[in-house]
C-alpha cells in the first residue's frame, strides 16, 4: 500500500519497519484523525534490553514522534510465567525480587528514546502485574478462557513450533498468550489503547489480543509488527562472541556498543541506518552509495547516531574519539573499557585465556583459547604466541595498565589497583 494519510505508516514502511498489519488503511485513517496509542510489551527477564529490542523501541519512538502516545509495558505480571516464543525449553522462573529488580533497571534504557510525562503524547510507563497480579483464577476462566479456541491456540506459532519439535509446554506456559491478550484489553480500557507492535513472531499473540477485545469491550484493535532481523550474512543480530550486545552500560560499555555497529557488513548499512537512527532518508542514500573504503566513514556514523540514541551525545561522543585515537592515531585511549585488578593477583600470574574471558573479550574461558590460538589475542599490540601465556605485572605499563586485543577493534585495558 502506497500514499499513506499519516506520517507514522508512511515513515515506518519507507524504513521498512512493518512485516504485518491487520488493517493497514483503516489505521492509516484512524492515525491521521488525531493522536493515538500503542504499546509494545517488554517482559523482565534480564535486567537489561539488547539490540533485539532495538527495532521495537524505534517502533514506539517514531509513534511519538509522528504526534501519537506510546505505551512501554513492562512484563511484571508475564514475567512470572514466561513467553514460550522461540525456545525449547521452559524459561527458568525468577523470583518477584528478581523481576522488580530487573524491571527498574529497563526502564532506564527508554529515558533516551522517549519522552515520558502527563501531556497528550508523553509517554507511558505501564506494568502488566498491576492487573495481572490481582485476577482470581475461576473469574479469569469465565471471563476470559472462554473466549479462546484450545483448537486456535495450538496453531500459533509460539505453542506449535514447540510441539512439532516434541519439546514439552507446561500449562503454564501455555496461559501466556491468553494473558498477553488480557493486557491488550485492559491497556484499551485504561488508555485507550488500540494498536500493540511487536515483533513478527508476536503476530498470533497480538491478534488474539485484538480479538479479545472485540469479544469483551466491543473495541476496534490493530495489530502491527516489524520484521525479525538478521544480518546480509545470516546471522543472528544483537550476538558476538563475547555474548549479547546489551542497551544498559552497566552490561556493555559505549565504547563496545559503538564498536558493534562499526563493525556492521557493508551490505546491512543503508538497512541498519533506516531502522535504527533518525537520519533523513536523502542523507541515508548518500551514505548508503558510498564505495569501496569510504563505507567505513558511513558506518561510523551509524555507530555513532545508535549510540547517540541509546546513552547521549557525550558516550557518542567519547566512542567516536576513542576509536579514532585507537585505530588512526594508533594511541591507547584512556576512555576504553577498563579492567581493575589487584596488583598482588597480577604478581601470580594469569593465563591468557582466564584473562581474556573476564575482560569480557570472550563468552567462555573456550572461545577464548580459541581465539588466541588462531592469531586474534594481543597484549600490548603483540600477538600472544599461546593461550597458556600467564599475563603478570611484568606486562604492566608504567601507569600500570597493559592491553588486551581481540582481534583488530576491540580491546580492554587492563588495570593494577
Known amino acids: 500500500m502506497t500514499g499513506f494519510k499519516s506520517d507514522f505508516m508512511r515513515i515506518v514502511h519507507e524504513r521498512g519497519m512493518v512485516h504485518q498489519c491487520s488493517d ?21 527477564t534480564a535486567d537489561s534490553l539488547h539490540v533485539g529490542h532495538l527495532l521495537q523501541i524505534m517502533l514506539l519512538r517514531w509513534w511519538q514522534k509522528c504526534g501519537h502516545k506510546p505505551i512501554a509495558l513492562m512484563g511484571g505480571g508475564t514475567t512470572k510465567v514466561g513467553d514460550p516464543s522461540g525456545r525449547d525449553e521452559t ?40 492487573w495481572l497480579d490481582t485476577l482470581l483464577y475461576i473469574p479469569l476462566l469465565r471471563d476470559v478462557g472462554r473466549h479462546f479456541s484450545v483448537n486456535r491456540m495450538l496453531t500459533m506459532d509460539s ?3 514447540r510441539l512439532e519439535r ?16 488480557y493486557d491488550f484489553v485492559e491497556l484499551y480500557k485504561r488508555h485507550n489503547c488500540i494498536v500493540q507492535m511487536g515483533g513478527s513472531d508476536q503476530w498470533g499473540n497480538i491478534i488474539m489480543g485484538a480479538d479479545l477485545g472485540r469479544r469483551m469491550a466491543n473495541a476496534e484493535l ?18 558476538t562472541a563475547a555474548g549479547a550486545v546489551w542497551l544498559s552500560p ?46 567505513n566513514d558511513a558506518k561510523k556514523v551509524l555507530a555513532t547516531e545508535v549510540t547517540r540514541l541509546a546513552h547521549g551525545d557525550q558516550a557518542a561522543e567519547q566512542a567516536a574519539e576513542t576509536a579514532r585515537r585507537t585505530f588512526e592515531e594508533g594511541g591507547r585511549a584512556d576512555t576504553l573499557p577498563t579492567l581493575d585488578l589487584s596488583r598482588a593477583r597480577l604478581a601470580t600470574g594469569i593465563p591468557a585465556f582466564d584473562l581474556f574471558h573476564e575482560a569480557g573479550l570472550a563468552a567462555s574461558r573456550n572461545e577464548a583459547r580459541k581465539l588466541i590460538k588462531g592469531g586474534g589475542g594481543r597484549l600490548n ?7 597458556t601465556v600467564v599475563i603478570s605485572d611484568s606486562d604492566l605499563d ?11 577493534k576491540r580491546h580492554v585495558l587492563v588495570r593494577a589497583v
Open 250 to 295: 552497566d552490561r556493555l560499555s559505549p565504547y563496545d556498543f559503538w564498536q558493534y555497529w562499526r563493525n556492521t557488513e557493508d551490505a546491512d548499512v543503508g538497512r541498519f541506518l533506516r531502522l535504527f537512527t533518525d537520519l533523513p532518508l536523502d542523507e541515508i542514500a548518500r551514505l548508503e552509495g558510498l564505495q569501496g573504503q569510504e563505507i
Open 166 to 181: 516434541d519439546q514439552p509446554l507446561s500449562f503454564l506456559e501455555f496461559n501466556y498468550m491468553i494473558l498477553q491478550s
Open 91 to 130: 524459561r527458568q522462573l525468577l523470583t518477584v525480587e528478581q523481576i522488580n529488580a530487573n524491571m527498574a533497571s529497563i526502564k532506564r534504557s527508554f529515558s533516551n528514546y522517549l519522552v515520558f510525562g502527563n501531556g497528550p503524547t508523553d509517554a507511558v510507563m505501564a506494568n502488566n502485574a498491576d
Open 222 to 239: 490493530f495489530a502491527l509488527t516489524s520484521p525479525l532481523l538478521a544480518t546480509a550474512s545470516g546471522a543472528k543480530m544483537g550476538k
Open 159 to 161: 505453542v506449535r513450533l
Open 24 to 44: 493497514t488503511a483503516r489505521l492509516d485513517e484512524l492515525l491521521a484523525s488525531g493522536i493515538r496509542t500503542a504499546y509494545i510489551g517488554f517482559d523482565c
Open 398 to 408: 608504567a601507569s600500570g595498565t597493559l592491553k588486551l586485543s581481540a582481534g583488530r
Open 381 to 387: 599490540d603483540m600477538p600472544i604466541a599461546s593461550d
